[in-house]
């Protein structure tokens, strides 16, 4: 299971990231479309690693809400 940061974009579009895999990042035209695209992103982000024979990072990201 991976953890994901899924905000607004300046461009109307949502962004996606998921911080335990660096570079891995997805957009959607709404929430719902960028979870999606994100979750393929991840996939393909380690299955390519695995073909490589790369180690896959570990999930160590963790979150806190601030309220400011």
Not at 3 to 30: F, K, N, R, T
Not at 44 to 63: C, H, K, M, R
């Amino acid at each position: 299971m991976r953890e994901a940061v899924i905000y607004p974009g300046e461009d109307g579009y949502w962004i996606a990231e998921c911080p335990s895999l660096p570079g891995c990042i997805s957009q959607g035209s709404s929430r719902e479309e960028a979870i999606v695209t994100i979750r393929e992103a991840i996939q393909a982000y380690i299955l390519v690693l695995q073909e490589d024979g790369l180690p896959v990072p570990e999930e160590s990201f963790q979150t806190m809400l601030v309220a400011v």
